[in-house]
Nanobody, 124 residues
């Protein structure tokens, strides 16, 4: 049974930074594609960043957020800098096996496995 567990969320002031982690457990595997999504209050889940051959970002976080992966540790990170109140959301990590087109990294249905989410709150 594969599990994804996020950590690193919290409360931070605008302009601050946080680093989220997503650890895959249950099997020693390397997912081909992994991604971060977020869901703010009353909003639909939206794509943040994805990695699968290449790394892509949502326009709203480009140049502020950085996705990285440590395949030895089965861990994915999201370094979030220059945080804004509109970044407030529950952040989810997601993963899938098998190759996929880069364009599909933006779509939630691409991913088979999801974490439980970690809350990020940015105060103004």
């Amino acid at each position: 049974q594969v599990q994804l567990v996020e950590s690193g969320g919290g409360l931070v002031q605008a302009g601050g930074s946080l680093r989220l982690s997503c650890v895959a457990s249950g099997q020693i595997i390397n997912f081909y594609a992994m991604g971060w999504f977020r869901q703010g209050p009353g909003q639909v889940r939206e794509f943040v960043a994805g990695s699968g051959g290449s790394t892509i970002y949502a326009d709203s976080v480009e140049s502020r957020f950085t996705l990285s992966r440590d395949n030895v540790k089965n861990t994915m990170y999201l370094q979030m800098n220059s945080l804004k109140p509109e970044d407030t959301a529950v952040y989810y990590c997601a993963a899938k096996w098998g190759r996929t087109a880069i364009s599909t990294l933006r779509t939630a249905d691409t991913y088979a496995y999801w974490g439980q989410g970690t809350q990020v709150t940015v105060s103004s």
